[in-house]
Each structure stands twice: as C-alpha cells, then as structure tokens.
C-alpha cells in the first residue's frame, strides 16, 4: 500500500524535506491501519508507504526489508532514484521460529524493529493497564477487544482512544524494557512492545537508524 508514487515522492522538494519510510508488516489490517491513523495525524512532516504484503514470518519478512534497502542503495549510487529514510518491520512474536535471528539480521542490515510480543494487542493492553506478568496472545487479543469494542480492522473510535492514551503505552512499554534488562532476560520478551519507537519517528519525536 503506497501513498503516493516514489517518483513522485523523490521529485518534490517541499517533499524531500520530509523522513520517508518504507514499512514491512507482517499483519495485514491492524497494523496498517493503526500506522496509517499516525501518518495522516503527521502527514506534513513524514511519508509512509507499506511494502506489498508477501512474507508472514518475521525473519522472511527482514529478509525481504533488507534485500530492498539494498537494492535501493545500489540504485541510488547508479543515480536512478533515491533511498527510503528509514527501513522498518513491524511483527509479532506470537509462535514464530527464528525470532532472534530476524532480530541479528535486521541490526546487520540497517532494518529498524517494532517487535510486540506476545501480539501487537499487548501494545493496545498496556495503554489502559499495567501488564508485567507474562500473557499468552489469545488473552492479550481478548482483552485488547474488550477495551477497544473491535476485531482486528480498528474502529474510527479506537484509533481515537489508543492516540488519546498514547503517551501512557509508551511509558509502560520503556517501564517493561527496563524490568527486563534488570531481569537480564534475553529477547524475545514477554510481556513487550517496541511499536512506541516506530510512532515516534512518524510523530517526529526520534529519529532511528
């Protein structure tokens, strides 16, 4: 899903000034439409395009975002276009293989991660409650329905309340890192979620690699 054309994005100026991104989802609704809300609520200071939706685990999934940065630097270097900003997975831990190799692979190649785990419905969980204790995804999903009244396409309604309470997830999700590097726990955590870092870069808060 591509907002406007990368030519088109790479040909004007009042654009150029803007971080663009290219994001790899490994879900197909709930993320996009999640991160598209914080694109159109910071449309003037960023650009977001989805790559196309072709891989459903995290490590083909980074696999993919870093044969792209690549091919994109080399274009770049022959003068036929330019780079993304910023090259970015958003994915799940859910009972996925080869976690922590997606993650080496991604520091190798330059990706950034919004890694959630269990689910990305953690993220949702922890902006109404306190969630230290390890949750399996089944429960983290039935809650995150109970707080936002919806399924996985989110409602007008629920962006609302998740923007609203925004600042509150994050505090918790940097508060659960902390607890876990204490604990000297190695990644994949649980409960966990980095989507924090992804938002801020769209809202201009941070700047990753």
């Not at 996009?32 to 196309?52: G, K, M, P």
């Not at 692979?105 to 785990?117: E, F």
């Amino acid at each position: 899903m591509t907002f406007r054309s990368r030519a088109s994005q790479r040909g004007s100026s009042s654009q150029a000034n803007r971080i663009q991104l290219l994001i790899f989802s490994e879900g197909k609704k709930t993320e996009s439409i999640y991160l598209t809300h914080w694109y159109r609520l910071y449309r003037e200071q960023v650009i977001v395009n989805f790559a196309d939706h072709k891989h459903t685990t995290p490590f083909e999934l980074t696999a993919s975002a870093a044969a792209q940065r690549r091919a994109d630097l080399r274009e770049a270097r022959r003068g036929r276009g330019a780079a993304y900003n910023q090259y970015w997975c958003i994915f799940d831990v859910d009972q996925h293989p080869r976690i922590p190799e997606a993650l080496n692979m991604a520091a190798a190649n330059n990706i950034n991660i919004a890694l959630s785990s269990p689910c990305i419905e953690l993220w949702f969980l922890i902006h109404f409650e306190d969630r230290t204790a390890y949750i399996n995804r089944y429960d983290a999903q039935r809650k995150s329905r109970e707080l936002l009244g919806c399924e996985k396409v989110l409602t007008p309604a629920a962006l609302e309340l998740l923007v609203s309470h925004y600042e509150k997830a994050k505090e918790r999700a940097e508060a659960l890192t902390r607890m876990h590097i204490g604990d000297r726990a190695a990644k994949p955590w649980n409960p966990d979620s980095e989507v924090w870092k992804l938002v801020d870069v769209i809202r201009g808060d941070a700047v990753a690699g």
